[in-house]
T-cell receptor, first 114, second 112 residues
Framework: EPEVTQTPSHQVTQMGQEVILRCVPI?????FYWYRQILGQKVEFLVS????????KSEIFDDQFSVERPDGSNFTLKIRSTKLEDSAMYFC????????????FGPGTRLTVT | SQQGEEDPQALSIQEGENATMNCSYK?????LQWYRQNSGRGLVHLIL?????REKHSGRLRVTLDTSKKSSSLLITASRAADTASYFC????????????FGKGTTLSVSS
């Protein structure tokens, strides 16, 4: 069964450094999402992406964040200058085309900012 | 703003028993989804119910939706130890959008 994959599974970075989290959505899906979950807290929506542009974003998704679909398979989340409070599990998700809102999540990347 | 809140926060049952989790949300929706998360892992989509549906089944899962009360419930019948996980309802952030809002979830523990 096709699944969303994410790399790396764990990323450790120093405060102020840039990180890129990578996702490969399910191949025929057209809607892509990033969520994050700070340890012990709720899963929070960051951004959705459709037709090569951001369709929705939350107040968390400020100028230090950006997303890109650099080719036909990858979907990336870049954090330009990481802060301690960016430490979290970041989940990528994708949805199939058509009127379907079901989202399929990847296993997540644990980002630790020191 | 939209918010999905589950109740109870924690539920402990024996294998074979049924587990019922409830969810309330604040604003109008076109659909509502339920997800499961095993500790430290990704979210697994369980079921989607549309606003014009009152009940939906999938295997041992039964979901109800009452749009007048802005509430939903998830029933897991004949629970198994493998059902131990956190369960979340996820209404959309906006009625027309696809982004999801998650609550704190219900942590279900099934002992054998």
């Amino acid at each position: 069964e096709p699944e969303v994959t994410q790399t790396p599974s764990h990323q450790v970075t120093q405060m102020g450094q840039e990180v890129i989290l990578r996702c490969v959505p399910i191949s025929n899906h057209l809607y892509f999402y990033w969520y994050r979950q700070i340890l012990g807290q709720k899963v929070e929506f960051l951004v959705s992406f459709y037709n090569n542009e951001i369709s929705e974003k939350s107040e968390i998704f400020d100028d230090q964040f950006s997303v890109e679909r650099p080719d036909g398979s990858n979907f990336t989340l870049k954090i330009r200058s990481t802060k301690l409070e960016d430490s979290a599990m970041y989940f990528c998700a994708s949805s199939p085309p058509g009127v379907s809102y079901e989202q399929y999540f990847g296993p997540g990347t644990r980002l630790t900012v020191t | 703003s939209q918010q999905g809140e589950e109740d109870p926060q924690a539920l402990s049952i024996q294998e074979g028993e049924n587990a019922t989790m409830n969810c309330s949300y604040k604003t109008s929706i076109n659909n509502l989804q339920w997800y499961r998360q095993n500790s430290g892992r990704g979210l697994v989509h369980l079921i989607l119910i549309r606003s014009n549906e009152r009940e939906k089944h999938s295997g041992r899962l039964r979901v109800t939706l009452d749009t007048s009360k802005k509430s939903s419930s998830l029933l897991i019948t004949a629970s198994r130890a493998a059902d131990t996980a956190s369960y979340f309802c996820a209404p959309p952030k906006t009625q027309a959008g696809t982004a999801l809002i998650f609550g704190k979830g219900t942590t279900l523990s099934v002992s054998s």
